[in-house]
């Protein structure tokens, strides 16, 4: 079951690329987010979504949104890819319990392991705003993020 438009998107707390907890909930009241799930680091598809990101990243991370990205890789997995692309913005790791947040958000694919495409726009109240949800193979648009979040 994944989350739609207007549901209170489920709180976490997963730890970054360096080894610190991030929760989504600490941006409530304070920043839009930006939620992005992807498969697996280190594939050409994941690479080429969060590269377009960080070459955008002022659209997607700034004083008013905050950009988090999660995959089901381990915390080093998320640091070597990090500092490999150049991403400067969190790579949050839903290692273990394996999948549990994409699991929350009714993206994780149990009998592959990993989270499926799934992008959700949460607003300052912790709303989802808007979603897309794509296969492991299809990669999203993110021209539809700067849309959606121009309607915030």
């Known amino acids: 079951m994944s989350i739609k438009t207007g549901d209170l998107a489920p709180d976490f707390e997963l730890v970054n690329q360096f080894g610190e907890k ?8 304070k920043k ?14 994941c690479t080429g979504e969060l590269c377009a990101l960080r070459d955008d990243l002022s659209a997607f991370q700034n004083e008013n949104i905050e950009l988090l990205a999660i995959s089901c890789d381990a915390m080093f997995t998320q640091k070597v890819f990090a500092e490999k692309e150049g991403y400067n913005f ?15 958000y009714g993206v994780f694919n149990a009998d592959r392991g ?10 300052k109240a912790g709303i989802v705003r808007w979603s897309v949800i794509n296969s492991p ?6 021209e539809d993020y700067r849309s959606a979040l121009a309607s915030l």
């Open 137 to 142: 193979a299809e990669a999203r648009k993110i």
């Open 114 to 123: 990993l989270a499926l495409r799934g992008t959700f726009i949460i607003d």
């Open 32 to 45: 839009n987010v930006v939620l992005v799930f992807f498969p697996f680091a280190f594939t050409g598809t």
């Open 90 to 104: 969190p790579l949050l790791s839903d290692f273990w319990p394996h999948g549990e947040v994409a699991m929350k």
């Open 22 to 29: 991030v929760s989504l909930s600490s941006f409530r009241g």
